[in-house]
């Protein structure tokens, strides 16, 4: 999968409306030809000269031209337009809106001077006025499509796409087929989840009139209907079309992402960055795939281009965080990056969250805080259960029975009725299932189910709805557990961590006040099951070789993390390297890799996917785990110590590199914590050349997960709502949000 996800369509979908509307479809109409009383005859050849320019973009040169065809006709309504015409092309909105002022001025009943107002005003930020204005000149012209069309842009400008969907139908039966209406009209069903509509239009368009915009559009349809297949056959119609175009190769590497075709994705990203090399998005998403295929060699430059990018503040939201994660970078070039990411997102949704304007009722006494948890991840996709539904399962089973607490979930990803949806279904008082609901509608029921604190489990990673929280539809919101990271949002209020994770120094680098939970901030499944694991040989293991595995995602798995591998296989002459199976071009380069380091490839075992109870029990096969840096296996160390595996980790400075050490922390085995990497390499062949000291420690772990607490999610789940009673409170009296510092952990009764 993607790093951002394709599935993110609220934030996606603003480059292809960029594009295809608002803006596009039906034009303004042009200027026309002035009545022979207006401008002198001996003016109208510059009068069409300048009509000319206008209609083929070339504002830069109508500009002056228009000025002083303006200055030769003072009083001239027309001269006046087609000078503000001009300045509202360039950009200079200001300008444009005193000029046009003085056209409708000269001219009250000229229509066309009134839309071409309407435009400057909606361009300097005053879109009830224009949408007034464009009302009133609508009921007078009512089957001007121009009209219509404009009016339904700037209906779309302030999130009202319903009835802009209204005015584009208005707009097509003036001009029934007209390509660009057609393509508002898709574009504004897409938004609205009418994705049938969408595609019936679209499909119907490419049968009369082939149009590469009308491919852009159904590729994003079937994205959104999840068939990637047909998403990405789509972008590659619309490449034939429009060769030099890089949108299409990079949304078809989406797509190729998405069905786990990393060499063909890269294959794409690269055609795009051909074409447009300052497509930030592309490079991001070219070097998220080549650190799954190991191509170090290749990421490494482009990693740190994309980091001199967000230090020097050359971002524009347009390098995606979760991946950036995966780089050397320091917390506050992530929250860098974050917070150029959520001021896009904030751009892009502050008209419609003007538009929606919620407004928060007090909660009566007495009744139960209502809490939300936004999720992509609450089921399980092609029978595999999502990792932040197996971590949070028995803690909402938990949470859901606590007094004073109403548990709401809201599902954003179908899911045919898995039994990892079934738990958390019967866990919530309310669960919602939201796949395919449009931003502005999913914002308008949370807001309607009266949810007092909202929580964003996805943060920037795949699937998640940043749209939705830029919206505000809860008075408190917060940050936790799948996004490792800040938000960088002004629209997030807290961050939910532990003091590991974020020690106190390090809270300016998070622009969320930080919520800290007494114990690890990870919530973890109790009720896995733990069977017998099959002989070693069975996997290829020597039977009796010493077992380091690395079961990370192979992105985490960078040049510097398996050096330290290697450095510990030097050190432990029977000891093998067991990771996952990454597909046969990144398995092969990594057999180079090892061999690189002096080390025979059949030290590496590599081992498939497995269902997550399978996966469990290969754990036991293990000896030790080896982490990653800078991003830590996260629930995979979590599944290691339940399964009584010692996970050895370095921890760095970021939130990401982190989560493996605050499990062992509130384990309560520091000494599975590394200082740095020599400290790493000495502790892990330590226990690799002494059998007998690794079996105490396993003991040992075996003993502290039933008695540390880590496990406890009645506990968990006590902490937990004691956090969110406090933000509520807060808020209640009208206070800011500010750091919550942990109490004493809740001890279980009895």
């Known amino acids: 999968m993607s790093s951002s996800g394709p599935s993110d369509l609220d934030t996606r979908l603003a480059r292809i409306l960029d594009k295809v509307g608002p803006g596009a479809g039906v034009p303004p109409a042009p200027p026309q030809a002035p009545a022979a009383n207006a401008i002198p005859a001996v003016l109208e050849t510059r009068f069409a000269q300048i009509a000319g320019l206008l209609e083929r973009g070339d504002a830069a040169s109508a500009e002056p031209l228009a000025r002083d065809l303006r200055n030769a006709c003072p009083g001239v309504a027309e001269a006046v337009r087609m000078h503000g015409i001009a300045l509202l092309m360039l950009g200079r909105a200001d300008e444009a809106r005193a000029t046009l002022q003085e056209a409708v001025r000269l001219a009250p009943g000229e229509y066309l001077a009134r839309c071409n107002y309407a435009a400057a005003l909606l361009a300097c930020g005053d879109a009830g006025a224009a949408i007034d204005l464009l009302r009133q000149v609508a009921r007078e012209h009512p089957h001007d499509a121009g009209v219509r069309n404009n009016l339904a842009n700037a209906l779309r400008s302030v999130g009202d796409d319903v009835h802009a969907r209204e005015e584009y139908l208005a707009a097509l039966a003036a001009v029934p087929g007209h390509p660009g209406a057609t393509l508002n009209l898709a574009a504004v069903e897409l938004a609205l989840g009418r994705l049938d509509d969408a595609e019936h239009r679209l499909r119907a368009l490419l049968a009369r009139v082939p149009h590469p915009q009308a491919w852009l559009l159904l590729g994003n349809v079937l994205n959104a209907r999840g068939d990637f297949a047909g998403a990405e056959a789509a972008y590659l119609s619309g490449a034939r079309m429009a060769p030099a175009a890089a949108e299409f190769p990079y949304q078809a590497g989406l797509m190729a992402d998405e069905q786990h075709r990393y060499a063909d994705a890269a294959g794409f990203y690269r055609r795009a960055l051909h074409l447009d090399p300052n497509l930030q998005l592309a490079e991001g998403q070219l070097l998220f795939v080549l650190r799954r295929l190991y191509d170090w060699a290749g990421a490494a430059p482009l990693g740190a281009r994309l980091r001199s990018r967000v230090v020097r503040g050359d971002n524009a939201g347009e390098i995606d965080p979760f991946a950036f994660l995966a780089e050397d970078a320091t917390p506050a070039e992530q929250r860098v990056c974050a917070q150029a990411q959520a001021a896009r997102v904030t751009r892009m949704l502050q008209p419609l969250r003007e538009h929606l304007h919620f407004k928060y009722p007090s909660r009566a006494d007495g009744a139960p805080l209502r809490v939300g948890f936004v999720s992509a991840g609450f089921g399980a996709r092609a029978g595999v259960p999502h990792a932040t539904a197996l971590l949070t399962a028995a803690f909402f089973e938990e949470f859901g029975t606590l007094d004073g607490i109403e548990l709401h979930l809201i599902a954003t990803t179908p899911d045919p009725g898995s039994p990892i949806r079934q738990r958390l279904r019967a866990a919530a008082h309310r669960f919602h299932e939201v796949d395919g609901v449009p931003v502005p509608d999913l914002a308008q029921r949370i807001h309607q189910a009266g949810i007092d604190i909202l929580v964003d489990v996805d943060g920037w ?290």
């Open 461 to 750: 990673c795949a699937g998640a709805v940043p749209g939705v929280f830029a919206l505000r539809p809860a008075p408190v919101q917060a940050n936790w557990l799948a996004y490792p990271g800040t938000s960088g949002a002004a629209f997030i209020d807290y961050i939910i961590a532990d003091r590991f994770i974020i020690p106190e120094a390090s809270r300016r680098f998070y622009s969320e006040a930080v919520a800290w939970l007494p114990r690890c901030y990870q919530p973890s499944d109790t009720t896995r099951l733990l069977f017998d694991a099959p002989p070693r040989t069975s996997f290829g293991l020597p039977a009796d070789a010493v077992v380091f595995a690395s079961f990370n995602n192979s992105w985490k798995l960078n040049a510097a993390s398996f050096e330290r591998m290697c450095a510990v296989l030097r050190a432990v002459p029977d000891g093998v390297l067991w990771v996952l199976n990454a597909g046969r071009d990144a398995d092969a380069r990594l057999r180079e890799a090892v061999r690189g380091h002096g080390i025979d490839p059949r030290r590496l075992v590599f081992s498939p996917s497995l269902p997550h109870l399978q996966h469990l029990a290969r754990f036991r096969l293990a000896d030790l785990f080896l982490d990653t840096n800078p991003y830590n296996a996260h629930t995979t160390a979590s599944d290691a110590i339940w399964a009584g595996c010692p996970v050895l980790t370095r921890p760095g400075e970021t939130f990401a590199s982190r989560v493996a050490g605050s499990l062992n922390h509130y384990l309560g085995m520091p000494e599975l914590i590394a200082r740095d990497d020599d400290a790493f390499i000495a502790t892990a062949a330590r226990l690799g050349n002494d059998r007998a000291v690794l079996a105490t420690l396993r003991a040992r772990l075996e003993a502290q997960r039933d008695t540390s607490g880590l496990f406890d999610m009645e506990v968990y789940a006590r902490d937990f709502a004691a956090l969110l009673h406090e933000m509520d409170a807060r808020q209640r009296q009208g206070l800011p949000p500010k750091a919550i510092a942990p109490q004493e952990p809740t001890r279980a009764l009895g």
